[in-house]
């Protein structure tokens, strides 16, 4: 049997959202996410952290910069009892100042690449995995992806598309993923 996955956006979701977070002195935690993390451990789910970050493409930090904020925030998960089995990002951006992102890329939400990544190297089941994001892009990647559960974390009161669930909270989160 394959295993059940919650893959997560990373800015709005994990972090808050202050815009092109590339450095641990801009990064905090949402409140509330080490309880909803460790409840979504303990009842099974995989975690993995799935993200678009065009700061690099856009020159507004490196990839070395990422690479040390990712390396921060998974040990500080880890000191809270979190382990992330996988993170993924992806740089590119069609609109990037630096040539080497600077390109259309299937890993960028909405497409569905990073999705099936994590579904393969984590050998999850789609159908009872989970996606918890904070933008369309993201649902849109996760239905593409043929995610079973597309949770759009939001306080908007707009209509969500077909098959996506909005939560305004990780216990909303939490619940909708029974």
Known sequence: MQRRGLLLDRDGVINVDHGYVGKQEQFSFLPGLFSFLRAARDRGFYLAILTNQSGVARGLYSEADY???????????????????????????????????????????????????????????PARSVF??????????????????????????????????IV????????AMS
């Open 132 to 165: 918890l994001g904070d933008q369309l892009r993201d649902m849109e990647a996760a239905q593409a992806g043929g995610v079973g559960k597309c949770l759009w974390l939001t306080e908007k009161p707009e209509q969500p598309p077909k098959g996506i669930m």
């Open 67 to 125: 690479n040390a904020l990712t390396k921060w925030m998974l040990r500080q998960l880890a000191k809270e009892g979190i382990q992330i089995d996988l993170t993924l990002a992806c740089f590119e951006h069609t609109e990037g100042s630096i040539d080497t992102y600077r390109r259309e890329s299937y890993w960028r939400k909405p497409s569905p690449g990073m999705v099936l990544e994590a579904i393969q190297k984590l050998q999850l089941d």
């Open 168 to 175: 305004n909270n990780y216990d909303q989160a939490l619940q």
